[in-house]
């Protein structure tokens, strides 16, 4: 048997990265209506294994460990530091967002009555964007314009 130099090595990884594709994701997002897209989406793979790890563990949902608030308040700032135009201004709750989960057996996404009208459109755009194979839309009202975490909201 003959073995590869280190050279001949890094050249085949180099050729079979170009194979590579996005693993599905969860992740959040927001939706833009003027531009009919994403912005501040924030993504991590899952693979199989983690699937099957956490079944094992008795955990049923494997979400992306940040919230809207967090990263909202992030690019605000960033923004306003570097004296740059955002889209982060103003009240998180009240721009269309949404999150993608893996539960128990399905990716769902987590959204509000403002992608009613809109279904087919953001079919496409989380198939792409989070590279989901299928997934169900998930009413909450917390995804509603004007909701968000209890602690946030105007007594």
Known sequence: MTHLTD???AAQMADMKAFDEQMPCVGIFWYDPEEKSFFGVHKQEITPK?????ANNGVPFINYPKLHR??????YFRAQAKHEPTKFSG??????R?????NIDKFIVLVGHWA????????ELIEEEFSLPYFEFVYDEHW????????????
Do not use: C, N
């Open 144 to 155: 509603d314009l004007g909701h968000g975490w209890s602690g946030d909201m105007p007594k």
């Open 98 to 102: 949404g999150r993608v989960a893996w």
């Open 70 to 75: 967090q990263i909202w308040a992030k690019e």
């Open 91 to 96: 009240d998180y709750t009240q721009v269309p």
């Open 7 to 9: 050279e001949q090595h």
């Open 116 to 123: 009613e009208p809109i279904l087919d459109e953001l079919t």
């Open 50 to 54: 983690m699937v099957e790890e956490a």
